[in-house]
C-alpha cells in the first residue's frame, strides 16, 4: 500500500472513530445524565427518596454494566440492525456503544454527584429552593469539575470501546488495525493506528483535565 | 405581649435506626416571640441541631405541630413550604457556602431561587455585602476566604431574602474566640436594628450570655429549663442549667480547691449590688471569714454580671448568719450541693 492511500485509509478511520465516540458520548449523556442525577436524588439520603424506582433502575444499570461490551454488542446486533438496518459499520457501532455506554455514564455522573457537600443541599432546602433548583443550581454547578473529568474518562472508555467493535466490521481505527494489522499481517499498519489511539486519548484526557481545572473555583 | 413567631406544639421526632427506634426529642413546647434572640444550649446529643431543623421542617416532626406566623408548616406541601421557608433563614457552622459561586453570587443564590429580578437582586447583594463589611472581597471564592469572612457571606446570604428569622446552627463553633465575638456581634446588630428573630443553637455558654435574651436548656431531647437569660443566669434551677452556668472548664482555670464542698454558695452581682462592699461588710458584720473559690465578671446582653463561688463558715449557725446578711441585702446566692462540681470537670 503507498504512503497516499494509506494516509487517506488512516485520516477516515480517524474521522470514523471520532465521530462514533463523540456521537456514542453527547447520547451516552443525554440519557446517563439524567439517570445519574435520578439516582442520586431518589437514593436513600436523596432530596427525594423513592425506593422503588432507586432499586430497580441501580439494578438495570448493574445488568448493562456487567456485560462486557463485545458480548453485549453481538447479543443486540440483531436489535440494532432491526432498527437501523445494519448490523455493521459506523451507526451500527455508535448504537451498541451507547447501548453500552449509558450505564457507565450514569455511574460515573452518580459518582460525581456524591461529592457535592450534603450542607450545602441543606442550605439550599433551607432558603426554599425546589428539588429542580436544586439538581439544576447546587448539584451540577458544585460537581461541575468532577462531571467534566468524568466525562473525559466515558470518552476514553468509549474511544476503547469503538475500537473494540473493529473486530465485528464497525469501522474505523479498530476495523483497519484488524483488516490490515491482523488479517494481512501488517503490523506497521497495526501500531500506526495504536499510536493515533495513544494520541487521540492523550488529547481527550489532556482537554479533560485542563477544562475541569478551569471551572474549579475551589482552587486558585 | 408580643406575638408568637414560632410556636412548636408537642415536638416529638422519633429516628428508626438499625439499633432500633432512637428519641431525639419528646413533646417539644416551645415559644418564641418576634425579636426574641433566643438560645437553645445543650450538649452535643441533646437534640438541638434536630430541634432547629424542625423549626424549617429540614426535619418532619414524627408528631406535633410547628407554627410560624400563625400557619401551620407541618402538613403543607412542598411548594407552600418552600414560600414560608424564604422567610426562615439558616446559618451553619460549616457556612455551607457554594464553592463554585463567588461572595457576591452567594447572595444571589436565594434571590435567584424566588424570582427577583436580576438587576434588582444584584444592588441588594452589593449592599448586603456593605452590611457585612466585605465589600471588597464580591469576587472571591469562598477557598479564598477565611472562615470568618465565610460566615459573614452566610449572614449576608442569609438576609438576602428579608427574613423574620435567623436560624443559627453553631454559627461561632469552627471560628476562633477573636472571630467569634466579631460574627456575635453582627448577629446582635442584626437583632436589634432590623428586629430580625435568631434562634441560636449552641453548645457555648459564652454565645448566650453575648447574644441572647432567652435561653432554653435542652437534655436528652427535652427542654428542661427555660426563661430570660439574667434570671437564669442568677437562679438556675435544674441540674443541667446549673452545669451549663456556673464557672466552668472554659476559662481554663482549675479550682481553687476541692477540699471545701460543704457550705459552698454562688452568688450573683449586678449593677445594682455591685457598688458595694458587700462580703467585705458581711465578714466584719458577722465576725467570720469566708473563703474565696471563684469569681469572674460576665456580660450577659450588653450588662455586667459578676458571679462568684464562697465557701461559708463551718458551723452551721455562723453560715445561717451569713445567709441572712446576703438576703437582706439583695443579693441573688444559690447554695450548691455537694456532689455537684465546677470547674474542669464540670464539661464532662
Redesign the interface.
Known amino acids: 500500500m503507498d504512503t497516499q492511500t494509506l494516509i487517506q485509509l488512516l485520516g477516515e478511520g480517524t474521522v470514523q472513530t471520532l465521530i462514533m465516540t463523540l456521537v456514542g458520548t453527547l447520547v451516552s449523556y443525554i440519557i446517563g445524565l439524567p439517570v445519574g442525577v435520578s439516582l442520586i436524588v431518589t437514593g436513600p439520603n436523596g432530596i427525594r427518596p423513592m425506593p422503588a424506582y432507586n432499586k430497580v433502575m441501580g439494578f438495570l444499570v448493574n445488568v448493562i454494566r456487567s456485560m462486557p461490551f463485545l458480548i453485549l454488542m453481538i447479543a443486540f446486533m440483531p436489535y440494532i440492525r432491526m432498527v437501523i438496518g445494519t448490523g455493521i459499520g459506523t451507526w451500527a457501532t455508535t448504537s451498541a456503544l451507547i447501548l453500552a455506554a449509558w450505564p457507565f455514564v450514569a455511574r460515573m455522573v452518580e459518582q460525581s454527584l456524591l461529592e457535592v ?1 450534603p ?2 443541599i ?10 429542580m ?1 436544586i439538581i439544576r ?2 448539584l451540577l ?2 460537581a ?2 468532577s462531571l467534566l473529568n468524568g466525562a473525559a474518562v466515558a470518552t476514553i472508555t468509549i474511544l476503547g470501546y469503538s475500537a473494540m467493535a473493529g473486530t465485528l466490521g464497525g469501522g474505523g481505527l479498530g476495523d483497519i488495525a484488524i483488516r490490515y494489522g491482523h488479517y494481512r499481517f501488517q503490523p506497521t499498519i497495526m501500531w500506526i493506528t495504536i499510536i493515533v489511539l495513544v494520541i487521540l486519548v492523550q488529547i481527550m484526557q489532556e482537554i479533560g483535565i485542563k477544562l475541569a481545572a478551569k471551572m ?5 | 405581649m408580643a406575638e408568637h413567631i414560632i410556636r412548636l406544639q408537642g415536638v416529638t421526632k422519633e429516628f428508626d435506626t438499625k439499633g432500633g427506634k432512637v428519641v431525639a426529642l419528646k413533646d417539644i413546647n416551645l415559644d418564641i416571640e418576634r425579636g426574641d434572640s433566643y438560645g437553645i444550649i445543650g450538649l452535643s446529643g441533646a437534640g438541638k441541631s434536630t430541634l432547629v431543623r424542625t423549626i ?1 421542617l ?1 426535619e418532619q416532626p414524627t408528631e406535633g405541630k410547628v407554627i410560624f406566623n400563625g400557619s401551620t408548616l407541618t402538613g403543607l406541601g ?2 407552600d ?6 422567610r ?3 446559618i ?1 457552622q ?1 457556612f ?7 461572595a457576591i453570587g452567594n447572595i444571589l ?2 434571590l ?3 424570582g427577583v429580578p436580576k438587576a434588582e437582586a444584584l444592588e441588594k447583594a452589593q449592599e448586603l455585602l456593605k452590611v457585612v463589611d466585605l465589600e471588597d472581597r464580591a469576587h472571591s ?4 476566604l477565611s472562615g470568618g469572612q465565610k460566615q459573614r457571606i452566610a449572614i449576608a446570604r442569609a438576609l438576602a ?1 428579608d427574613p423574620e428569622v435567623i ?1 443559627c446552627d453553631e454559627a461561632t463553633s469552627a471560628l476562633d474566640p477573636k472571630t467569634t465575638r466579631s460574627i456575635l456581634a453582627l448577629l446582635r446588630k442584626i437583632n436589634e436594628e432590623r428586629g430580625i428573630t435568631l434562634v441560636v443553637i449552641t453548645h457555648e455558654m459564652d454565645v448566650i450570655k453575648q447574644l441572647c435574651n432567652k435561653v432554653a436548656v435542652i437534655e436528652y431531647g427535652e427542654i428542661v429549663e427555660r426563661g430570660e437569660v439574667s434570671e437564669i443566669f442568677k437562679k438556675p434551677k435544674t441540674k443541667a442549667a446549673r452545669k451549663l452556668f456556673f464557672p466552668d472548664g472554659q476559662s481554663h482555670e482549675k479550682p481553687l480547691t476541692k477540699t471545701s464542698t460543704r457550705n459552698r454558695v454562688r452568688l450573683v452581682f449586678d449593677e445594682a449590688t455591685a457598688g458595694e462592699p458587700i462580703i467585705a461588710n458581711m465578714i466584719m458584720e458577722v465576725g467570720a471569714p469566708v473563703n474565696f473559690l471563684y469569681a469572674n465578671l460576665d456580660v450577659l446582653g450588653g450588662s455586667q454580671k459578676g458571679q462568684m463561688v464562697i465557701c461559708l463558715a463551718a458551723d452551721r449557725q455562723t453560715a445561717e448568719k451569713q445567709k441572712e446578711y446576703l438576703t437582706a441585702k439583695g443579693v441573688e446566692f444559690i447554695e450548691i450541693d455537694e456532689d455537684e462540681t465546677f470547674g474542669e470537670e464540670a464539661e464532662k
Open positions: 457537600d450542607g450545602v441543606e442550605a439550599a432546602q433551607a432558603m426554599g429552593a425546589s428539588n433548583q443550581k447546587v454547578l458544585e461541575r469539575p474549579d473555583n475551589r482552587i486558585n | 424549617n429540614l412542598n411548594k413550604l418552600n414560600l414560608h421557608r424564604r426562615i433563614s439558616m451553619f460549616q455551607n457556602l457554594l464553592m463554585q459561586r463567588d443564590f436565594p435567584e431561587i424566588a471564592y469562598p477557598s479564598q431574602s436560624l
